[in-house]
């Protein structure tokens, strides 16, 4: 996480606007140019509480969804 091991509402921030990044409106990939917020967003979707908000794989975000 940005701060520590525990989400602060910083990191909260981070993800929600990344995955506004992400649907196809929008459409920003995460490549080599945005290494950092790339790491952080593979942390992000590691935790337990993301994995079980998003199991039904129904976000209607293919890069969420297909993980």
């Known amino acids: 996480m940005l701060g520590g091991d525990a989400p ?5 921030t981070m993800a929600v606007a ?7 409106v929008n ?3 995460l490549d ?4 950092h917020i790339d ?3 593979k942390r992000w979707q590691a ?3 993301f994995q ?3 199991a039904d794989r129904q976000s ?4 969420i969804d297909e993980r």
Request: charged share 20%; glycine share 4%.
């Open 32 to 35: 080599e140019r945005f290494e």
């Open 18 to 24: 990344i995955a506004f990044s992400k649907f196809p």
């Open 8 to 12: 602060t509402f910083s990191d909260m």
């Open 39 to 41: 790491a952080f967003w």
């Open 47 to 49: 935790r337990p509480s």
């Open 60 to 63: 209607g975000v293919v890069e």
């Open 27 to 29: 459409a920003t990939p």
């Open 52 to 54: 079980a908000a998003y």
